[in-house]
């Protein structure tokens, strides 16, 4: 039944919204249907250009038409592609062999006129790279940990144009196109040329049209595609002075691979992209010397050689440096440098171990690392403990062992392991002795899974309570803090060492969820990952029960909120919803009205969001701006976090000035506080947001999060260049399991 004929039902007629509705379900269903079909095939055609959105995608292929001889024969691949792989049971999430099927199909087209038999080609083609494209992506990855990229296009068209027919044609396409008209300046023909060559239209204004949707999608793909284009004419033109037009793509495709897409974007991956595209155009002049022989194009050999080799060296290195491989999830520079700076503003020191802290309640570091007494050389990584109150480490004069308050205090494992090595049987050295033949004094090594080994040291006498060879878990009781060994006055000595040699090299440490209070200060500083300083009091941050119980996010749970915006301050507040779905991997997702979703992750200590995802949602960016970061202890009273400046509601004029001043986007340096309110029962979640962009221009954003026990988050709020957004909880509920992902 048609929508017309819904509309001349005289039951219908009589209930005009019901028309309406029913109009609108399936006009939509129609159209999700088709737009469920048309986005796998619109993302291949972005996907050449390591781009994802289909929008882009449906630019690049009505480009394509630029070369109807191509054209054609290329969406039939696609085509054929997506066919095999249902068929043959292969399809997945990206479905990588679409692109080259595409890549294929247009190659086909270029040495072919549209007949039967190349029509057959095509279908036989796209079988040959659906197969080898997930044979290749599996060897690849489970040998070499390299990604499968365009290498089944390159061996499948080779194969095909192995055919004496085909190594002739495929030359005279080129001579047919080799004097392509002038459009802009030669340089920038010669630039645009070679990027349209990439999809068979090696025409000015097609490249030219191209690189503008680059733009659109990644400012910084589209200035590595430039850097990576120059890099390799370099590279190519000291060996050769041959035309490098039809082969230029290869330098771009291997900059942004190597300094946009497989690695974190940055200075040392931009360097990286040039030398890889420098190392492209020398690959080039080589390969064609051999490929000409056999009469065979280039196609994408420079860009896969140069890539599998660059990429195969920095997964073998044996030390975590720059740049920093994104092999797991490769994404869009944009979102990988998001990712790579939210991790870094939360987490630790790339090469620094974490560890729970060995004891109960609040301990200040009486020496950090490099400190000036013990803690030098291979030994620098190393903190020393004690209690102090009022400044103070002891009672009375602190002439007896008993008048130090950390004396006989518990220490605990701060880390799984075996029981390797101890000692318990020295007494403990009085007040401004020590002893320097047994500079540890009673010690615990434990070995971790990693194999590298934890030391506890000067601790008191007979205290030890676990033995040779016994396992220990994170938090459990081992002895007591004392005086003995080279301890001047009690406390507790700990460090990470490589073996199990006494006093062998210390490597760096952290600790997790913790408390820190500096010298000087009354408030409690919530960390996720904190090295304490010399002078630091540090406590673990345990976590509050009715605070949790308010911040609990069970998959299924759905909030209603009424939401408050000045672009339409007449409307009023307007409905909108926040879900919890459980994803297939297993993640938890804050998701939005329209599909905008963020992932998080909940502790006993803290809950963190993370990897947003989707376009522009009012609603969900306030939360995250307000909540991205909230530990579950009362104690902890501030904290600081870097959300991503793209929470902030910035407007067309200032996102084209944040999209030229910081083209990688930027994070808010953000400073939380909270404190109950006795007044309202609710807890109040205050955050001062800053946006430095460039000297003399910063911009500043403020966000309140009322949570009340048991209900949740009640209201948020956000004041931003002189307007306010406020959303209102309104109502919770309950989802079925089938749209939560189980």
Not at 20 to 42: C, D, E, I, Y
Not at 149 to 175: D, E, G
Not at 272 to 292: E, K, R, T
Not at 437 to 444: A, D
Request: with cysteine; aromatic share 10%.
């Amino acid at each position: 039944m048609s929508a017309v004929s819904l509309e001349n039902n005289r039951w219908v007629k009589a209930s005009p919204r019901l028309a309406q509705r029913l109009n609108k379900l399936f006009v939509h269903r129609w159209f999700g249907h088709l737009g469920s079909m048309t986005q796998p095939l619109a993302r291949a055609y972005a996907s050449v250009l390591f781009c994802d959105s289909p929008w882009l995608g449906a630019w690049f292929a009505a480009l394509t038409w630029f070369s109807p001889r191509t054209a054609l024969p290329g969406l039939l691949g696609l085509l054929c592609a997506v066919g095999w792989g249902r068929v043959l049971g292969l399809s997945k999430p990206g479905e990588p062999h679409l692109v080259n099927g595409l890549l294929t199909g247009l190659v086909v087209g270029a040495v072919h006129i549209l007949d039967v038999q190349a029509l057959a080609w095509v279908v036989i083609a796209s079988l040959l790279v659906t197969l080898s494209t997930y044979w290749l992506a599996a060897l690849l990855w489970q040998t070499a940990r390299l990604p499968v990229l365009s290498l089944p296009f390159t061996l499948v068209t080779w194969a095909i144009l192995l055919t004496q027919t085909y190594r002739a044609s495929i030359l005279a396409y080129v001579a047919s196109l080799a004097n392509a008209h002038a459009f802009f300046t030669p340089w920038l023909d010669s630039f645009f040329i070679s990027l349209g060559w990439l999809f068979l239209v090696p025409y000015p204004l097609a490249g030219a049209l191209l690189f503008c949707g680059l733009i659109v999608a990644s400012r910084y793909l589209a200035l590595l595609a430039v850097a990576g284009y120059l890099a390799g004419f370099a590279g190519f033109q000291l060996f050769s002075l041959g035309d490098a037009q039809s082969s230029g793509f290869n330098f771009m495709l291997t900059a942004m691979a190597l300094g946009g897409i497989f690695t974190v974007p940055g200075r040392a991956g931009f360097v990286f992209a040039l030398v890889g595209s420098c190392l492209a155009g020398w690959m080039a002049v080589a390969l064609n010397g051999i490929l000409y022989v056999l009469v065979l194009p280039l196609l994408t050999a420079p860009f896969l050689l140069s890539v599998y080799l660059c990429l195969g060296a920095l997964s073998v290195r044996h030390t975590w440096r720059a740049p920093y491989l994104n092999l797991e999830q490769p994404a869009t520079p944009e979102i990988a440098y998001e990712r790579a700076r939210l991790a870094e503003a939360r987490g630790a020191p790339s090469d620094s171990l974490p560890l729970a802290l060995p004891f109960y309640g609040e301990w200040r570091v009486s020496q950090g690392f490099d400190g000036p007494h013990t803690h030098r050389d291979v030994w620098r990584h190393a903190l020393d403990f004690h209690i102090v109150e009022n400044e103070r480490s002891h009672s009375n004069d602190g002439a007896s062992l008993n008048d130090y308050f950390c004396f006989g205090a518990p220490v605990l494992a701060p880390t799984s392991g075996q029981v390797v090595r101890l000692r318990s049987d020295l007494p403990d050295m009085p007040p401004g002795e020590v002893d320097l033949i047994n500079n540890w004094g009673n010690f615990l090594l434990l070995r971790m899974s990693n194999g590298l080994y934890v030391k506890l040291a000067h601790l008191k006498q007979n205290s030890v309570s676990v033995g040779l060879g016994e396992w220990v878990s994170v938090g459990q009781r081992l002895a007591a803090c004392g005086s003995s060994g080279r301890s001047p006055e009690p406390h507790l000595h700990l460090h990470v060492q490589i073996s199990e040699t006494l006093g062998s090299s210390t490597l760096p440490f952290h600790f997790g969820h913790v408390l820190v209070r500096n010298k000087g200060q009354t408030t409690l500083d919530f960390h996720l990952c904190k090295r304490p300083l010399e002078g630091d009091h540090v406590s673990a941050a345990s976590s509050n029960e009715p605070l949790g119980i308010a911040l609990k996010l069970p998959a299924g749970r759905s909030f209603g909120y009424r939401i408050k915006t000045p672009e339409k301050p007449d409307e009023g507040y307007k409905k909108s919803d926040l879900r919890i779905e459980l994803s297939l991997l297993g993640q938890f997702r804050l998701v939005g009205n329209h599909g905008a979703s963020a992932a998080f992750e909940k502790t006993s200590a803290v809950i963190g969001f993370y990897d947003r995802q989707g376009k522009a949602d009012p609603l969900l960016d306030l939360w995250l701006l307000a909540l991205g970061l909230t530990p579950l202890s009362i104690n902890a009273e501030s904290w600081s976090d870097r959300p991503a400046m793209r929470l902030l509601p910035l407007g067309i004029g200032r996102r084209i000035l944040a999209a030229l001043l910081r083209p990688l986007g930027t994070g808010c340096d953000s400073r939380y506080c909270r404190h109950w309110d006795e007044t309202l029962q609710v807890w109040r979640q205050e955050g001062v947001h800053c946006i430095h962009l460039a000297p003399g221009i910063e911009w500043r954003a403020t966000t309140l999060a009322l949570i009340q026990p048991e209900l949740g988050v009640r209201r948020l709020r956000l004041d931003c260049f002189g307007q306010s957004w406020e959303a209102v909880l309104e109502n919770t509920s309950w989802v079925s399991h089938n749209q939560t992902g189980h």
